[in-house]
């Protein structure tokens, strides 16, 4: 089976890196399915899932916070400011920061907090929804 190393590293450290034989994130245009020798590439991610598919068959699933996906040759690497292995996703706090930023939103201050509150609530989904991806995956 052909594989493409894959580098999924945010500001603190580097969360993964491994083989994979395909790697699946959420561009600013959409979903992006990168597979081995795919042409090289660099393009914004939104906030949400990565899913590696290892070569073994396996997933390992991964929130991101947005940040920069570039393809070359041989690599995928995934820049982030936050990534979070998907089983180590805070449910509790992420529902939380959810309710807050909806409460944020409908208060409807300053354009600041308001451009503040709108990042926070699509982290908190995105991070919401790779958790509901991550148990229907685990439930196959």
């Known amino acids: 089976m052909t594989t493409i190393r894959c580098d999924i590293v945010s500001a603190e450290e580097e969360i993964f890196s ?3 034989s395909m790697v699946i994130a959420t561009g600013e245009m959409g979903e992006l399915g990168i597979a081995p020798r795919h042409a090289p590439l ?3 991610l939104k906030p949400g899932q990565v899913r590696v598919q290892l070569e073994n068959g396996g997933e390992q699933f991964f ?3 947005g940040g920069i996906l570039e393809v070359q040759p041989t ?6 400011d936050t990534a979070i292995r998907a089983k180590d996703l805070d449910e509790a706090a992420a529902r939380k920061a959810k309710h807050e930023a909806e409460r944020a939103l409908s208060d409807r201050s300053d354009a600041l907090s308001l451009a ?5 609530l699509a982290q908190a989904v ?6 509901e991806r991550l ?3 685990l439930k196959h």
């Not at 690599?75 to 982030?80: F, G, H, I, S």
């Open 18 to 20: 491994g083989r994979a």
């Open 42 to 44: 660099i393009t914004r």
């Open 63 to 65: 929130y991101v916070s």
């Open 75 to 80: 690599v995928v690497t995934v820049l982030t």
């Open 116 to 120: 503040q509150a709108q990042a926070q």
């Open 126 to 131: 995105a991070q919401l929804q790779a958790l």
């Open 135 to 137: 148990r229907r995956s």
